[in-house]
């Protein structure tokens, strides 16, 4: 592919070396503070997004070359039951769908709102015993269908993955940019198309063979609950079943990757969707996904107050009142130790972001909220410590370049930020910018003396 060559030979103007630690450390080296006394890993977050559209064959291709340790990909079932890369099940915001649909009367036709996951609402909610999330007020039980919520997030009339088979997502669809989107190079968007999981392994095998190092593959079961809903609806499996995660380790073991020490890491936010893994004989390496809602930049805390990034969406289905805090708990990670390996929390709840100089409202009057650039870094918890204590690795989302994620003591230099959780003793990163971790860990090492 034309495009895919040139994004490659841009990838070798920016290419720093990829790291490579003897096996002893360098006399007067300091040692890492890792779990394992190994050197942190650089985790390409669906691939390198803030250069190409994400989950493409080229954004794999280049975060290999400029040096990641992992290919990072999302994954959902086809209407034909098959494991497709994208962020999310919905197409509007990730694809070119919009555009293609104007000449493309079947993917016109695709567009709709799908049903959504009936929950169990928590008895202090005030809401009734259970209700659709995609109810337009939970509290009314006279209220209709009027959207698509799929982890409490609004997507009404779009397209769903599930109303395709893999051979329509790559015949008809390409990959678009999308965290950051007016920030970040447009000119690719379109031109790669929506790849599968299979897609992806080829990728990463033949990319070890040509580098000579192991680049592993970590997948996400991303929205599972939805998705198993969606794909018993279109045959993938009986009801109850669990059609997103089977299709995971079938083709696991497909691969020959299905052992613990195999070139993976197998991660979700639904820690009903790892135990269910590993009680059904996987048995790669499993990462439980901590998220959070924004900030409180008055305070410091991380905000758990929506339906979307407060609760793993099977603890909201179950009626489980507990927020992902309860996760960072001595009992919480020791629960977590009991079918994981590993954490992948967000940021802030490592280095918590605060403004010191806080104002309720700005000089017209209007509210005062904060932002990241205003913000500061405050004194690091104890997470990495309280995780390593129970042998379980850190891996760390997810490092942008963009300003607007940046504290202001990184003074607009990503590679700060890479530094100062490399200090803290952080297992590995998920970045979109794979060379400037891949950089800035270069610059770590030189720090320790490697």
């Known amino acids: 592919m034309h495009v895919r060559t040139m994004l490659l030979g841009a990838a070798l103007a920016l290419l720093v ?20 006394g190994k050197a942190p890993l650089i985790l390409g977050h669906r691939g390198v997004p803030g250069l190409v559209p994400e989950e493409t064959e080229a954004s794999y291709e280049l975060a290999a070359a400029l040096g990641t340790d992992a290919l990072e990909e999302d994954l959902h079932l086809t209407k034909d039951c098959v494991l497709v890369a994208r962020h999310n099940p919905w197409l509007a915001d990730n694809t070119n769908v919009a555009e293609v649909a104007k000449t493309n009367a079947a993917v016109a036709a695709r567009k709709r709102t799908v049903s959504g996951v009936r929950v169990k609402a928590p008895a202090a909610a005030g809401t009734p015993a259970d209700y659709l999330t995609d109810l337009t007020d939970p509290s009314d039980p006279k209220s209709v269908l009027k959207s698509l919520i799929v982890d409490g997030e609004d997507h009404t009339n779009d397209w769903s993955l ?3 088979t893999m051979a329509e997502l790559k015949q008809w669809i390409g990959g678009t ?14 031109k790669f198309p929506v790849i599968s999981f299979q897609d992806i392994l080829d990728i990463a095998k033949a990319k070890s063979k040509e580098t000579g190092r192991p680049i592993l593959v970590y997948p996400e079961t991303k929205n599972p609950t939805w998705n198993n809903a969606q794909a018993i609806a279109n045959g993938c ?8 995660e089977d299709a995971l380790i079938k083709i696991i073991n497909d691969n ?30 499993q990462v439980q996904l901590i998220d959070g809602n924004g900030i409180d930049f008055k305070t410091g805390k991380v905000l758990l107050d929506n339906i979307t990034n407060s609760r793993p969406f099977d603890w909201t289905v179950a009626g489980d009142a507990r927020l992902y805090d309860a996760m960072l708990t001595p009992e919480g990670l020791a629960e977590i130790k009991t079918y994981a390996d590993g954490i992948g929390p967000w940021k802030p709840y490592i280095v918590p972001l605060k403004i010191a100089l806080w104002k309720d409202t700005n000089a017209d009057g209007t509210p005062y909220k904060g932002s990241t650039p205003e913000a ?7 997470l990495i410590a309280d995780a390593h204590k129970l042998g379980l ?18 003074h607009a230099d990503p590679a700060q930020e890479y530094l100062k959780f490399f200090r803290l003793g952080v297992d590995g990163v998920f970045t979109d910018f794979t060379h400037t971790g891949v950089a800035a860990r270069a610059a770590y090492l030189r720090e320790l003396g490697w």
């Open 17 to 36: 070396p990829s790291m490579a630690v003897a096996q002893s450390a360098p006399s007067g080296a300091k040692p890492f503070l890792t779990v394992d």
């Open 162 to 164: 599930t109303d395709f």
């Open 177 to 190: 940019t999308y965290d950051a989107a007016n920030e970040r190079p447009k000119m690719f968007n379109g």
């Open 237 to 244: 499996g009986a009801p109850g079943s669990h059609p997103l």
């Open 256 to 285: 020959g990757l299905n052992t613990r020490d195999a070139p993976i890491l197998v991660q979700s936010f639904e820690p009903g969707s790892l135990k269910y893994m590993r009680s059904h004989g996987l048995q790669t390496r």
């Open 376 to 382: 500061a870094t405050q004194e690091a918890t104890s």
């Open 393 to 410: 690795f850190v891996h760390v989302f997810t490092f942008r370049n963009e300003k607007k994620y940046l504290a202001a003591d990184y």
